[in-house]
Each structure stands twice: as structure tokens, then as C-alpha cells.
């Protein structure tokens, strides 16, 4: 029996895995109410995709590792869903690309963050940053502009899950490379991202890994031809005609 009670080879394994997550971070302060419905929404469109990892998805997961890989300054942004659904694991894509992590909410409180830095700490991470906020995002009036002068303020590359905004459009404005998370291949982020991955978080970060692990002692020749080959437009619509065609049975 796995976290949830059921098998593994339960076929609504992930599903229920995930649900039990995000409803165990709303109940620790992590995730928030609005969470839950940020959830549902990725939900019907994974169902959409067939719950599985799509061509174009596996492509972006290898361009967003080779970005990492190459970057100088790489940090990884959460919120309070990728918290709760892949703290471990994103802990282990920080230690395996050189990233660092920050926190960085929407609905920003002190308790949330420091909840939030706590449950990531307990996860293994070193240090976690956003709790300075000693910088601001240009352009943006809300709590995400908060961010730390040394984290993605001073980054490069930022991979930005789960967040249907205009943060990602003010980072692009920075001059930042943006590798963005979302099962939604028209939310304002995906259209904005360099390397937009329409997958869901449960599977992404472990293959973004994945990939970097097996990129890690490549020529940086292969990691430019990586990125230079990947192409965000044909990644975006194959995904919206992957869930434009999902199949209901
Ligand atoms: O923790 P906070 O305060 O920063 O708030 C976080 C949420 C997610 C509540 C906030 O950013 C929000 O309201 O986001 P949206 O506008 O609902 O956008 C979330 C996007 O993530 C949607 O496009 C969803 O389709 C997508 N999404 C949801 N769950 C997943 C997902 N994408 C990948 N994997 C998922 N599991």
C-alpha cells in the first residue's frame, strides 16, 4: 500500500495521489483554498491528455534541463500547490541542475511562507530562499513581485509552475528565460515561456530530472543544440491538439 491506501497499480493511482496532497497542504497552512480549484482545472485538462507524458511534453522536460544545465544563475520558483504535490522532488531537481529555490505565492502570507520553507526544508532543501523579498518584480502590483535581490531577481533562468499570470510576462520583460509548468497550453504563461511543459507537476519535475541526470557530463555544444532545436510554438499546439482530440471514454 502506497500514501494513499490504494496500489499503485490502482488506475487512478496519480489522481488520488495528487488529491491527497494538495488536500493535505491546505490542511498544514502550505497550499490555499484557491489551490483546490487551481487543482480541479489542471486535473480536467491532464484527464484530456491521457494522464500521460505527451512527445512534445518529454521534449520540453529535456530543453528546460539543458536551460539548467547551462544557466548561471537557474532558481526554481514555488508556490503553495507545487509544495505540496513535489517537495522532495523538487528539492532533488535543485541538487541535480545547481538551482536554488524561492518561495514566491500569490496570496502571500509570513505564516504560508515560512510553512512553506519549513515543508521544503524538512524535504531535504538547504536553504530556501524568498522570505527577504528585499527586491520587486517591475511592472507587477501584486504580492508575486515580492521576490530576493539574490534569488530570481539576479537569476537567468526561473522555472515557474503552476501560475496562470502576468508574472511570467514581467520575468520574459526582465530579460529572464522562462521554462514554465502548466497543463493549460493557453494560460498566459505557457504562451509566454521559452520552454512551456503541458504536464502535469506530479510527472514533469522527476522527468526534468531525469533528463538532467542523463545531460549532466554533455558537451555544452549538446545542451545549446538541445535548446536551440526545441521549438515552444510546435510543443504548444500539439498539446492543445492532443487535449483538443481527448478521448472521454
Ligand atoms: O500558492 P499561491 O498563493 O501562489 O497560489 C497558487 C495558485 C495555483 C492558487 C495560483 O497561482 C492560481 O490561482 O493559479 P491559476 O490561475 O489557477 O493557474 C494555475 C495553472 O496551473 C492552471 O493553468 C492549471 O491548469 C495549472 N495546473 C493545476 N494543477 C496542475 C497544473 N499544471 C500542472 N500540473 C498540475 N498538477
Known sequence: MSEVDVPES??????????HRIEAGVEKGITSKQ??????????????LGEQTIPSADRAARAAAAHLLLAEKP?????????????GEMVELAETTGAEIEVNLFNRTETRMEAIADH????????????TADARIPGLDHERAKVDADGI???????VPLEDGDRAKALAEMGKTELVID????????QTAAVP????????IPNISKHARDLTNA?????????ETFDASEALEAAEKRIRQGDLS
Open 10 to 19: 490502482h488506475p487512478r493511482y496519480e489522481s488520488l495521489l495528487t488529491r
Open 35 to 48: 489551490g483546490l480549484i487551481a487543482q480541479g482545472r489542471g486535473e480536467a485538462f491532464d484527464y484530456l
Open 197 to 204: 511543459i503541458v504536464d502535469n507537476i506530479i510527472r514533469s
Open 219 to 227: 558537451p555544452e555544444a549538446d545542451l545549446a543544440d538541445c535548446i
Open 120 to 131: 521544503l526544508r524538512d524535504h531535504g532543501a538547504d536553504e530556501v530562499k524568498g522570505l
Open 153 to 159: 531577481y539576479a537569476a537567468d533562468v526561473v522555472l
Open 75 to 87: 532558481v526554481l520558483s514555488v508556490n503553495g500547490n507545487v509544495a505540496a504535490l513535489v517537495p
Open 183 to 190: 497543463l493549460n497550453p493557453q494560460s498566459r504563461s505557457t
